[in-house]
């Protein structure tokens, strides 16, 4: 099957794409490759020291999809060596907890497992950069720390903060930029997809490209995905990711918290709706985008009866004014209840861990977000006695409810 002309191919691998490195040269890379008939060797490396692929990893995982159904050739490097060094793109400090290479693998064979929902995997080349790493010598270690300066290492933007910081930067993790672009070597990359952070592995796996008589590949980078707090990047340390495994309502749900700011680069990495499109559902209701945004991402990992489906439970439950499905119990000691079977209202709050503190929850109960009963009925005040009861609901805010049960000291 022959490739498309290179504008329509241009047109699709330019979207959501925030530089591209050297740009002058892709246009005459893809025009080759059309007329040679030969496909382009895309690379996206990942380091497997976390089982879990959210949707900031999906970004460069949609491009590669892209090039696939482009006609071009996947491939995937699995870091298993890389990892147990440890990226220091955008890290202030060296990673302390070293993974083994059982663990390693682990998370490697989970993190296929879930690739799979994003590109075609069968058609993909998959290696492991221990395949070539491992068999290496001593002297051949020495002779690839040859072709990197310790200046050039420093020029790194992580390396050079942590040196005017005086943070440690540890030999090991040196090698780590000059271990991803020997990748790009061995497997004879055309183009590499990532973030904009990677460009200095980018530009160096050119130059060792270059040093072992081979074509120089172009760098693809995507913008960085802002996490559900829509401010720091994507990622599962900070709590603020959507994993693609995830159950399918859990992810409607973080959808719908979404800062209204980030809707439109959401749209743009995460979809196939044209921008004009985007631009129009943006000016609109904006619930109604996000839940269309959430149904388009979910019906890609799960379904579309699955993201339906949640999208009416989330309307129910959180949106509308139905009981939720899971509501958790919360057990209060007879002990703590008076004797008249009531509490405090800001005291029954706390004691039932919907709150931190009594302070909590007087702001809770003075804002009116603090409810009770199946009907929400609005707690009026802090020292307002609540008769506790097995079965009561309580409710502060949207996101946090509990039913009591009474137990005996």
Known sequence: MPFPPVEDQLAVIRRGVEKIVPEEELTAMLTRSRESGEPLRIKYGIDPTAADVHLGHSVPLRKMRQFQELGHQA????????????????????????LSADEVEANAQFYLSQVGKVIDIDKAEVHRNGDWFGGMSF????????KVTVAQLLTRDDFSKRMQAETPIYLHECLYPLMQAWDSVEIKADIELGGTEQLYSFMLARDLQKDAGLSQQIGLMSPILVGTDGKKRMGKSLGNYIGISEDPYEMMK???????????MYYELLTDISMEEVDT??????????????????SEYHDPRAADESAARWQNEIGGSALPADIPIVEIKRSDINDDGTLPAAILLK???????????????????????EDKTKIESHDQPIEVTDGLLLWVGKKRFCSLRIVES
């Open 75 to 98: 491939v995937i490097i699995i870091g298993n060596y890389t990892a147990m060094v440890g990226d220091p793109s955008g890290r202030d400090e060296a990673r302390t907890k070293k």
């Open 139 to 146: 002297a051949d270690i020495l002779g690839l720390c040859g």
């Open 254 to 264: 973080k959808f719908m918290q979404l800062s209204d700011d980030c809707m439109r």
């Open 281 to 298: 559902l943006l000016a609109g209701h904006p619930k109604e985008a996000k839940v269309t945004l959430a149904n388009h991402v979910i």
């Open 351 to 373: 004691l039932a861990g919907l709150c931190q503190s009594s302070g909590e929850a007087r702001r809770a109960i003075k804002q009116g977000g603090a409810k009770l009963g």
